[in-house]
Nanobody
Framework: QVQVAESGGDLVEAGESLKLSCTAS????????MAWFRQGPGKSREGVGC????????NYADSVKGRFTISRVNAKNTVYLQMNSLKSEDTAMYYC????????????????????WGQGTQVTVSS
């Protein structure tokens, strides 16, 4: 059974940084691209970033480019999301998901073709 679990969410002030972690089990981690999504209060789910199996290719939502960095350590079955210069609009539940491909395909952000999702970790940014 494939499982992913996020951690690291917290309450921070605008301008601060936070790093989220996601650990996967029950799969061959290197066979899967990994992605982060978020859903803020009253908003639809948004694809935040996707990283290929090797870490070479990374895709980001326009809203986080230049502020967020996705990375992975395959030996630890873990993917990270480093979030800098946080804004109040970044407040959301953040989810990690394992992609059904080793690369982030063109529509990675639509939430389809993911084999497992985590329960989420809450990030709240106060202004």
């Amino acid at each position: 059974q494939v499982q992913v679990a996020e951690s690291g969410g917290d309450l921070v002030e605008a301008g601060e940084s936070l790093k989220l972690s996601c650990t996967a089990s029950g799969l061959t981690f290197e066979d899967h691209a990994m992605a982060w999504f978020r859903q803020g209060p009253g908003k639809s789910r948004e694809g935040v970033g996707c990283i290929s199996w090797s870490g070479v290719t990374r895709n980001y939502a326009d809203s986080v480019k230049g502020r967020f960095t996705i990375s992975r350590v395959n030996a630890k079955n873990t993917v990270y999301l480093q979030m800098n210069s946080l804004k109040s609009e970044d407040t959301a539940m953040y989810y990690c998901a394992a992609y059904n491909s080793d690369h982030c395909l063109d529509l990675w952000y639509n939430g389809e073709d993911y084999i497992s999702w985590g329960q989420g970790t809450q990030v709240t940014v106060s202004s």
